[in-house]
């Protein structure tokens, strides 16, 4: 059997934020602290749990009581929007307010499989843009074979004074300048690390650093050389590693960078050595 690398190493002096996971999921029901610790011990200090529907939200919100590395963001994913009523939004609103709620989210539009028609999907998104606002949190935008409609209706729905993020970035080039120019980052999951990955490397190569967050979007897209495994919070120093190669530059400025600028979109103080203990 292949031996897989090693996993890159990250000096005790800098951290990484997975920005975005899915911690509630069955995947790691069994050993969830164990997941925590792992990430703990591999560098990444802080995971951001994403809310997809009402029931996936609440227990984000009780996993980021439960554990201090751990915040949440709440949320309606295009999938479930047709389960979506007022007494749904209501109770989403009210989980927003809490403490370690972070943003809002993951929200948008979701072709390629139209778990819910286009039409109901273009309305509920527009109308969790709004409420995003209202509760002047971060949106963390989902958007999958959609992007001429991601964009318009972002567009016609800004600005967002706090910002946003498009979540497992899967666009060219120019999407993703359209995206910048929105004042949004963009995220970079694991896929940066597959060999065919070839459109969102050469995003990685043209966007500046300053402008990206990095995900696991755990369980899912484990990278090279997980790639088919469930994917892990720790799993995050592959793609860092990779975005470095990819940008000529050092791990360490990659994670000095990309923490800042997820920090500074979650609205999250800086980690310090009293942090760990």
Same mark, same amino acid.
């Given at each position: 059997m292949k031996k897989r690398p090693a996993p890159p190493c990250l000096p005790h002096d800098y951290y990484l934020i997975d920005s975005h996971c899915h911690l509630d999921m069955d995947a790691y029901k069994e050993d969830i602290?164990?997941?925590?610790?792992?990430a703990r011990d591999a560098g990444v200090r802080r995971i951001i749990t994403i809310g997809i529907d009402l029931a996936s939200s609440s227990r984000a919100v009780s996993l980021a009581e439960a554990h201090a590395d751990v915040f949440a963001t709440v949320g309606i994913h295009p999938h479930a929007v047709e389960e979506a009523s007022d007494s749904v939004y209501?109770?989403?609103?009210?989980?927003?307010?809490h403490p370690k709620v972070v943003g809002f989210g993951e929200i948008g539009l979701d072709y390629a499989k139209q778990y819910a028609p286009i039409k109901t999907q273009q309305q509920e998104f527009e109308r969790q843009l709004h409420l995003a606002k209202e509760l002047q949190l971060p949106v963390i935008i989902h958007d999958r074979e959609a992007h001429d409609d991601t964009l318009r209706l972002l567009k016609e729905n800004s600005p967002f004074p706090a910002g946003g993020v498009m979540h497992c970035f899967s666009g060219n080039i120019?999407? #993703?300048? &359209?995206?910048?120019? !929105?004042?949004?980052?963009?995220?970079?999951?694991?896929?940066? +690390?597959?060999?065919?990955?070839?459109?969102?490397?050469?995003?990685?190569?043209?966007?500046a650093l300053d402008r990206m967050l990095l995900e696991t979007d755990g369980p899912f897209l484990a990278p090279v050389p997980w790639r088919g495994k469930t994917n892990r919070p720790d799993f995050l120093l592959y793609t860092a590693a990779k975005v470095a #190669?990819? &940008?000529?530059?050092? !791990?360490?400025?990659?994670?000095?960078?990309?923490?800042?600028? +997820?920090e500074s979109l979650f609205n999250l103080n800086p980690m310090t050595e009293r942090d760990d203990t």
């Open positions: 602290g164990q997941i925590i610790q792992m209501k109770e989403i609103s009210s989980l927003a307010k120019l999407f #993703a300048e &359209k995206v910048l120019e !929105l004042g949004f980052f963009i995220s970079i999951p694991g896929i940066v +690390t597959f060999k065919n990955a070839i459109e969102l490397q050469q995003v990685v190569q043209h966007t #190669a990819l &940008k000529n530059t050092s !791990l360490e400025n990659v994670a000095r960078q990309c923490t800042k600028n +997820t």
